[in-house]
């Protein structure tokens, strides 16, 4: 009889305290992907523990940012905020089986004991909670208890060597003499970390952990919770943290991290997935842009390195350039018009939607976001240059000892000839001019273009004469030879 194999199941499960960091968005990717390649599950959960700190807003933020990134979740969202008293109930049955006791403690009391243990021993730097409540009789605690003292409740830490066997890092193994028998319940009755999430990954049948490895050290806690209660702990992967181009973890001062700040930013979704699945592991063309089904058939955690990749915004804004690309221009401007610039309060509204759209199809090659094109269309589309800039010092250098107003004077006389302004019959124009008066067809190429754009770079300048149209062109070539006048004067 054939075995059948279990079904994977696995979590993404943010804390809705702050925004949803793009690192995290990798471990929801590879989760995804994981389950993905296996026919598997996908529960969203979101652990909101901490009352004080977590907001629905945030919550909201996680949900709309994984359904932007297209990362489908099968079962959830679930919120822990909803299963306080299931975590409450599992606490007082590992006290009832002396698994656990009260601690009566301050929080200032804890923090002055630790104060004066520096004082006596400057190498201790880390401070374990020295076990003061375990020694209380039970006669103690009832009197505690009866004076309505508040107090925490505490996993006792059994003696030994914990183990685990990780996908990524290998074997890992701490000395329980290292662990602090730490907080499962709060005194307002609220759970801590580590008792929601092995008591949510049990219930939920969890059979695979993929984080990040700064919860290596938590790993080895929450087995010990499952030993206690008797349950079967998932098998686990722990990615290795994104760093900086600094190598110093990835954070606000390296540029974006909120994933929504990156769609905000002009960033395309399938460019945000293919980039973070390149970090810690390569799919088959790190040049390429993938989709999920893609991603996932070529995914595996035994490819992971266990080395914490670095953030190259460089790379991602190449990505993204490339995913604009392959977007149809109308794609692109629907995308713009949901984001506002060209609705009915945007300067661009009045221009007819087909000018827009050739205009989107004539300079996306050259734009790496969505932002890109904005600065571009107060250019082409409002016609409002500023020939004062940087980019005219290049221009003068390009053109050094040219006469930039002579050589687009004599070009636009000849312009004006022209009856079809396609790019092909432009071209030959300026071809014409420059052949006829001895130049170098360049000499006419980069003044026209910076006549055009302002810009020393653009799209072919015969493409973009036949965006503008005759009148608009011969309109901004104008304009810019009557600005050098001004400079001659």
Known sequence: MQKEVATKVVRFAPSPTGHLHIGSVRTALFNYLFVKSQDGKFILRIEDTDISRSSKSMSEEIINGLQWLEIKWDLGPFYQSDRFERYKETSFKLLDQGKAYRCFCTPQEIEERRKNLGKKNKAEQIFKYDRQCLHLTQDEIKEK????????????????????????????KTNNSELEDFV????DNSPTYHLSVVKDDSDME???????????????????????????????????????????KLGKRHGETSVLEFKKNGYLPEAIITYLSQLSWIPADSKKIFSMEELANQFSLTKLSKNSPLFDYDKLRFLNGQAIQQRNSKELYNLMTEDGVFNSNSRFFAIEREKKIALIELIKPRMKTLTDFKKKFAIYL????????????????????????????????????????ESAAVEEC????????????????????????????????????AFF????SLKRITFFIDYLGKLDA
């Open 145 to 172: 208890l009866k004076q309505n003292i508040p107090f925490v409740i505490r996993f006792r830490i059994p003696e030994g060597i914990t183990y685990f066997k990780d996908r990524i890092h290998k074997e890992m």
């Open 184 to 187: 499962i319940l709060k005194s």
């Open 206 to 248: 969890i059979t695979d952990v993929i984080r990040g490895d700064d919860h290596i050290s938590n790993t080895f806690k929450q087995l010990l919770l499952f030993e206690a209660l008797g349950l079967k702990p998932p098998k686990y992967a722990h990615l290795p943290l994104i760093l900086g181009p600094d190598k110093k």
């Open 382 to 421: 409002n016609g409002k240059l500023n020939y004062d800039n940087s980019d005219f010092q290049k221009l003068k250098k390009i053109c050094i000892k040219k006469n930039l107003k002579k050589y687009l004077k004599l070009f636009l006389v000849e312009l004006k000839t022209v009856e079809s302004f």
């Open 430 to 465: 300026l071809r014409d001019c420059a052949k006829r008066n001895s130049l170098k067809v360049a000499d006419l190429i980069h003044p026209a273009r910076f006549a055009l754009t302002s810009e020393t770079v653009s799209p072919s300048i015969f493409d973009v004469f």
């Open 469 to 472: 149209g005759k009148e608009e």
